[in-house]
């Protein structure tokens, strides 16, 4: 097995790991603080990564952008003649 593989299976499994084999999925940016914990999904996956606190808040933030950007309810403003377009899929 190459090093990068074995990288590969200890950053995300199926089962929760001992805290002190965990590495912050995001390391390679520099930066981690706090403890590393496997944290919620979120996204539709279901996976959960570890992360640290440091790494964890950014991601947070990313995702409070991302749902600000595209909200799960159609917005006020949204009108389907514009483009043709529907808010929903099964429109």
């Known amino acids: 097995m190459s090093d990068f593989n074995a990288v ?8 929760p790991a ?6 912050c999925l995001d390391r390679h940016k520099g930066g981690c603080s706090g403890a590393v914990e496997y944290r919620m999904a979120l996204s539709a996956t279901g996976r959960q990564f570890p992360r640290c606190d440091a790494h964890w808040g ?3 933030d990313e995702q409070e952008g991302i749902n600000q950007r ?6 006020s403003d949204f009108d389907p003649s514009y483009a043709g377009e529907s808010w929903y899929e099964d429109e």
């Open 70 to 75: 595209y909200p799960s309810l159609q917005p």
């Open 8 to 15: 590969d299976d200890q950053t995300w499994r199926d089962e």
């Open 18 to 23: 001992e805290e002190n084999d965990l590495e």
């Open 58 to 60: 950014k991601r947070l």
